[in-house]
């Protein structure tokens, strides 16, 4: 479910959908406003080969995207990708997905360093932790075009109070700017994974009990 919304994500921002949807509810039919990109021949670099990463790498195979994959394990060589440093993934991808975990090493991991390698047309997609992007620096690099855009679907104090959220400053800067694209921590949320979830640590809580 988190692989798929990240895709989502990405693909809302590319081919601005919910901005064209809102015109088209108003019977403006502007096709050529709405022009975007397709996946096709782009190249996904996946920061984590996880089980999402890994999950994302296939779903991405599907749409033609050439993938790069960045991770601290060693990992079995495969025609279906190559395993490249940080630094050169950041460089080379079109579109960049978080899949690690929340670690001090990975505190900020996205900072104002790491953005300075990015393209300009780099979209960065974040389905992890919200502290794993400085977003301070996020939201520099939008404000000054030095990246195309973002998709979040959560971000560093999702557990504030609804006026702090409110005037949270990457939700401000999303309500005027449809190149930041935020959603409520929704990754995990379908029928599916959480009946799936539900099972896992029941059949988890029998092994143990059993014992």
């Given at each position: 479910?988190?692989?798929?919304?990240?895709?989502?994500?990405?693909?809302?921002?590319?081919?601005?959908?919910f901005?064209?949807n809102?015109?088209a509810?108003?019977?403006?039919?502007?096709?050529e406003?709405?022009?975007?990109?397709q996946?096709k021949?782009?190249?996904?670099?996946?920061?984590?080969?996880g089980?999402?990463g890994?999950i994302?790498?296939?779903?991405?195979?599907?749409?033609?995207?050439?993938?790069l994959?960045?991770d601290v394990?060693?990992i079995?060589?495969s025609?279906?990708?190559?395993?490249?440093?940080l630094?050169?993934?950041l460089?080379?991808?079109?579109?960049?997905?978080?899949?690690?975990?929340?670690?001090?090493?990975?505190?900020?991991?996205?900072?104002?360093k790491?953005i300075?390698?990015?393209?300009k047309?780099?979209?960065?997609i974040n389905?992890?932790?919200?502290k794993?992007?400085?977003?301070?620096?996020?939201?520099?690099?939008l404000?000054?075009k030095?990246?195309?855009g973002?998709?979040?679907?959560?971000?560093?104090?999702?557990?504030?109070?609804?006026?702090?959220l409110?005037?949270?400053?990457?939700?401000?800067?999303s309500?005027k700017?449809?190149?930041?694209?935020?959603?409520?921590h929704?990754?995990?949320?379908?029928?599916?994974?959480?009946?799936?979830?539900?099972k896992f640590i029941?059949?988890?809580?029998?092994r143990?009990?059993?014992?």
């Amino acid at each position: 479910a988190t692989s798929e919304l990240a895709f989502c994500l990405l693909l809302n921002l590319l081919r601005k959908s919910f901005e064209a949807n809102k015109e088209a509810k108003n019977g403006i039919w502007a096709r050529e406003k709405f022009s975007g990109f397709q996946l096709k021949e782009k190249v996904i670099g996946i920061i984590g080969y996880g089980r999402l990463g890994k999950i994302t790498a296939k779903i991405a195979k599907g749409f033609g995207l050439k993938i790069l994959i960045n991770d601290v394990k060693k990992i079995k060589k495969s025609s279906n990708f190559r395993k490249v440093k940080l630094d050169y993934l950041l460089k080379k991808s079109d579109y960049i997905f978080l899949h690690v975990h929340l670690t001090p090493k990975t505190n900020k991991l996205i900072n104002k360093k790491n953005i300075k390698l990015m393209k300009k047309n780099a979209i960065l997609i974040n389905t992890s932790r919200g502290k794993l992007i400085d977003e301070k620096a996020l939201l520099n690099s939008l404000k000054k075009k030095k990246i195309a855009g973002a998709g979040l679907d959560m971000i560093d104090g999702e557990w504030l109070d609804k006026k702090k959220l409110y005037n949270h400053k990457l939700i401000k800067f999303s309500r005027k700017h449809s190149k930041l694209l935020i959603l409520p921590h929704i990754g995990g949320s379908t029928y599916e994974s959480i009946v799936g979830a539900r099972k896992f640590i029941l059949n988890k809580a029998y092994r143990i009990i059993k014992r």
